[in-house]
Each structure stands twice: as structure tokens, then as C-alpha cells.
């Protein structure tokens, strides 16, 4: 198993930007496609963002595109998410997760293994 620690969220005003880290315990970070996803109150959980195992391809939510950014550095055993020109829809609480089951980059929950204890993102309009 991995453990999964996010870090960065906080209150940011609409247009600002914010990056998210997420630090992974053990030592087969490299093995894991990673991924972001959020929840917002009242919604159902969404995918945001995902990364190869080497970095090298990432994969985006179209409400995303453009404006957010993963990225990893395995040295470090850390996976980010560059958040800019934010808006008050992006309000959630983001997940950091990882694959071990699969290498192909996921939009689904489901395909997910281990998970964060999440971090709040607060956009103010």
C-alpha cells in the first residue's frame, strides 16, 4: 500500500492560482499512474487530472484544460497539480490518488487504489 498526503489548498479569489502536492510514502512511486480528482458539496466526485508513471503524457478533464497542470517528480515521490485562472466552480476538495491496478491514465474513480485525505480548495468570486 501507499499513503497520500495532499498539501497547498486554501482561499484564492477568482483569477488566482494555487499548486497542490501530493506525497506518496514507499518506494515504487515510479509504478503508479497518479491522478487528481475533486468533490464539490452536493456533487459527485470528478475527475481533474492524470499522469503516466515517467511523466512523460498527461491526461485532463475538459473543464480543466488549459488551465491546470499536473506534473510529478518521482525523485521526490511527489505528484502536483498547477492550478491557474481559477474560478468559484473549481471550490472543491481535491484528491490526490494512485493506480495499482492498471497503467493507462483513468478518468474513473474506480480505478484508483489509494486516495488522499484531500485538501480544500476555496475560490471567492
Known amino acids: 500500500q501507499v499513503q497520500l498526503v495532499e498539501s497547498g489548498g486554501g482561499l484564492v479569489q477568482a483569477g488566482g492560482s494555487l499548486r497542490l502536492s501530493c506525497a506518496a510514502s514507499g518506494r515504487t512511486f515510479s509504478s503508479y499512474v497518479m491522478g487528481w480528482f475533486r468533490q464539490a458539496p452536493g456533487k459527485e466526485r470528478e475527475f481533474v487530472a492524470a499522469i503516466s508513471r515517467s511523466g512523460v503524457t498527461t491526461y485532463y478533464a475538459d473543464s480543466v484544460k488549459g488551465r491546470f497542470t499536473i506534473s510529478r517528480d518521482n525523485a521526490k515521490n511527489t505528484v502536483f497539480l498547477q492550478m491557474n485562472s481559477l474560478k468559484p466552480e473549481d471550490t472543491a476538495v481535491y484528491y490526490c490518488?494512485?493506480?495499482?491496478?492498471?497503467?493507462?491514465?483513468?478518468?474513473?474513480?474506480?480505478?484508483?487504489?489509494?486516495w488522499g485525505q484531500g485538501t480544500q480548495v476555496t475560490v471567492s468570486s
Open positions: 490518488a494512485a493506480r495499482g491496478g492498471g497503467i493507462t491514465l483513468s478518468s474513473s474513480s474506480s480505478a484508483y487504489d489509494y
